[in-house]
């Protein structure tokens, strides 16, 4: 059985920053093919996350753009996978898993709440900002608690789940990094 991370990246959240970045090399590290999704060049800003016409739409695209990427990987369904993805991008991986009947293991940073019309019961794992001013993070916890979803809550975290004190930032991605390689893996 093959094992395969795919790393969709957010708006302006590529897969060079550090959350998509480390997450990767942990994957690397327990034997995992690493893909990564381009969804450069969409005409997108983060203002437009809370537009849900404009996240839909925006949604077909980038599964069009997953769908060409990931053909080349052949059928999924009978691989060990998992979705490491930031902000709309945990939207495509759920959807992209949902509509092609993937068993992914989703790792969400930053989800938008969107992510609720596709993500499987007990199928991703959540880290949230409570300050994160394009998510709701009261919204994403009944979310995470009807689909009985781990959800780690950054408390103060933006939607970099960043706090603006570095020192918490570091202590916060070791922890998120070290819950990132327990649900690898599971």
């Not at 537009?51 to 999924?76: M, N, P, Q, V």
């Not at 709440?113 to 794992?125: K, P, R």
């Not at 979803?149 to 930032?169: K, M, P, V, Y």
């Not at 990094?177 to 327990?182: F, K, L, S, T």
Request: net charge negative; with cysteine.
């Amino acid at each position: 059985m093959r094992k395969i991370a795919v790393v969709f990246p957010g708006v302006g959240y590529t897969k060079d920053r550090p959350l998509l970045y480390y997450a990767g090399k942990l994957a690397v590290k327990y034997g995992y093919e690493l893909k990564f999704m381009d969804f450069s060049g969409l005409d997108w800003s983060k203002d437009k996350l809370k537009d849900r016409e404009f996240l839909t739409k925006t949604l077909d695209i980038c599964l069009d753009i997953t769908e060409k990427t990931l053909e080349k990987a052949g059928d999924l369904s009978e691989d060990k996978v998992v979705f490491i993805s930031k902000s709309i991008g945990t939207v495509v991986a759920s959807a992209y898993a949902k509509r092609k009947e993937i068993k992914a293991q989703q790792i969400c940073f930053s989800p938008l709440e969107l992510i609720d019309d596709f993500v499987i019961e007990e199928g991703a794992i959540l880290f949230c900002g409570d300050d994160d001013p394009y998510a709701d993070f009261t919204s994403l916890e009944n979310i995470a608690k009807e689909k009985k979803l781990q959800l780690h809550r950054i408390a103060g975290g933006n939607h970099s789940l960043e706090t603006g004190d570095i020192c918490t930032d570091i202590d916060n991605m070791k922890i998120m990094m070290n819950d990132v390689a327990d649900a690898i893996l599971m």
